[in-house]
Each structure stands twice: as C-alpha cells, then as structure tokens.
C-alpha cells in the first residue's frame, strides 16, 4: 500500500536552537523598520500567522503584501545564515536515520507539512542533510495557508494521497488536532515543548517521547 509521511520540522525533525528567532527578528525588522520586542505565540502556528499577531503586538497592521515581502526577506536571512543554522541548531535524534530508512522502502513518499515559508524549510532540512529523504515540490508551507488543517489537505492534493494513506508526524497540539480534523493519522513527538500526556490528550494516534527508534518508529509508521 502506498504510504504518505507528513513532517512538521520545527521541533519535529530540527532545532534551530535560537538562531531561526533571530533571523525571524531580522526579516521584520527589515520589512516594517522597526526593531521586534516581542513576538506572538509560535507553537503550532503559521509564519501569517505569528506575523499577523507580531504585526499587533506593535501598532501594526497586517496585508498581504507585508507578509509576502517578509517570507521573501525571511528566506533570504536562511539562506544568509545557513553557517550558523548548522553549527549551532541540530537534527533531533534519529530523525535522519528514520528519513533514510523510509525513502529505501517502497511505497513510502515523504513531505513536510509545515507553518515555514519555503525557502526557509528547505535551508532548514539542508542544513541536516535531510532534504535528500523529502519532496518538497509536494510539500504544504506557509505560503499555502494560515491554518494547520488546510495545509494537510493541501499536502494530499498535491501528493495525490487519500487522508487513509497518509499519517502525519508533530509536537504540538494544533498540529494533532489539525491533522485529524482531515482524517489523517497522527503520530505525535514530545521533542517540543508539549509533552506527551498532553499530546495525548489532543488525539494524537501514537505518541513517542522521541525519533531515536528507528525500527519502533518504523512500525508505527507503517503499520
């Protein structure tokens, strides 16, 4: 049977480690030119998402110029700083051994369902030597939408997959919820800040306190 993988990548399969707020920080110093004090809630949101309520939380006003302007500036910071993203951040354990232990398998295609804007999701994944296991052309990204359930459906349009065939993999609540709100399997991960009680108490499918079991993740997968 065919078998779509879903990835979240903040937390997921990567972290950054605090160099993608600083680059968060710059893109929107850049695009508005004004310094950022604060930003809103990243837990499970979208790029207009956090740039919308970040846009709020300074006097400011939204449009969808402003917000394709800063993924452009937001990319461009990633690919800037690549260096640091890879000596600093990391990929979590076990999440590239997985990758590769499921693109040797037949049947098995591997996405991301993620609030980054793309060309920051690829730096990501590239920095960690993951880009290799995953098609982005099929991916869903922050561009797509504002919510986490219509970049799931937009994930299986592209890919071509039923909700049956899929299963997504995520750290936080708002990505379990928004994963079975479109029929689709979730595994979630406790390598973010939910645990995993919480994850959980969402309706994740399975829950794993990590990736660093390749063959206990690869049962739960394809199961």
Same mark, same amino acid.
């Given at each position: ?12 399969? +990567? ?6 707020? %600083?680059?968060?920080? %710059?893109?929107?110093? %850049? +695009?508005? #030119? ?59 354990? =076990?999440?590239? !051994? ?5 693109? &040797? ?9 993620? =609030? ?6 690829? +730096? ?14 099929? =991916? ?22 039923? !909700? ?8 936080? !609540?708002?990505?379990?919820?928004? =994963? ?7 595994? #979630? ?22 990736? &660093? ?11």
């Amino acid at each position: 049977m065919p078998l779509l993988v879903l990835w979240d990548i903040d937390h997921t399969l +990567v972290d950054t480690r605090g160099v993608g707020r %600083e680059l968060w920080a %710059e893109a929107f110093e %850049e +695009v508005t #030119g004004r310094p950022m004090r604060e930003q809103a809630k990243i837990d499970g949101s979208t790029e207009p998402v956090i740039l919308r309520e970040t846009l709020r939380l300074h006097g400011l006003h939204d449009s969808r110029d402003l917000f394709e302007r800063f993924a452009q500036a937001l990319g461009a910071a990633h690919v800037r700083r690549a260096a640091d993203l890879r000596e600093r951040g990391r990929a979590l354990p =076990g999440a590239s !051994p997985l990758l590769a232990a499921l693109a &040797a398998r037949d049947g098995v295609t591997q996405t991301v369902m993620t =609030g980054n804007v793309r060309a920051a999701a690829e +730096v990501k994944l590239a920095a960690f030597g993951l880009d290799h296991y995953i098609g982005l052309s099929i =991916g869903a990204f922050g561009e797509d939408a504002d919510e986490r359930p219509q970049l799931v459906r937009t994930a299986l349009r592209r890919a071509q997959m039923r !909700p049956d065939d899929a299963v997504l993999v995520v750290d936080t !609540p708002y990505d379990v919820e928004g =994963g079975l709100s479109c029929g689709v399997r979730v595994i #979630g991960v406790a390598t973010g800040r939910t645990d995993a009680d919480d994850l959980r108490a969402a309706g994740a499918t399975e829950v794993v306190e990590d990736l &660093a079991d390749t063959e206990k993740m690869l049962k739960l997968l394809t199961k």
